[in-house]
């Protein structure tokens, strides 16, 4: 049986978060070149906010670098970004956001879809 969560676990995640969002992308893009690598990586990504733009969920770090948020190509995994838009506001700036990369292959650009908000006090699952 799994112990509960304390705040300094919360703190570990939180430390790995990845502040730089080019830096992981950078990353992420190198992996994919690889035959045998996980085409779908997951990081933690710490994010300076997450908002609605037009029709599309972004997260933004603190030099601006931004990504989008989808479910699309995903159909494995239950639908998480609309669940984004029923969090208390709070939840929307300066967390960690575990997500999933996947590179959409018709516009060549890396998404994300969310699977967790870690705060310092608790953490938002988003999907199973």
Avoid: C
Avoid at 51 to 61: K, N, S, V, W
């Amino acid at each position: 049986m799994p112990r509960p969560l304390e705040p300094k676990d919360l703190a570990t995640i939180r430390k790995w978060g990845q502040p730089d969002f080019a830096a992981v992308v950078k990353e992420v893009k190198s992996h994919l070149k690889g035959p045998l690598s996980d085409k779908m990586p997951i990081h933690a990504l710490n994010f300076k906010r997450l908002a609605r733009l037009g029709d599309a969920f972004i997260a933004e770090d603190a030099r601006g670098e931004r990504l989008v948020m989808t479910d699309v190509g995903m159909s494995e995994e239950p639908p998480s970004v609309h669940l984004l838009s029923l969090l208390p506001k709070d939840s929307f700036e300066g967390h960690t956001l575990i997500a999933r990369f996947r590179h959409d292959l018709d516009t060549r650009k890396l998404q994300i879809k969310p699977l967790s908000i870690v705060t310092a006090a608790y953490v938002i699952r988003l999907t199973l």
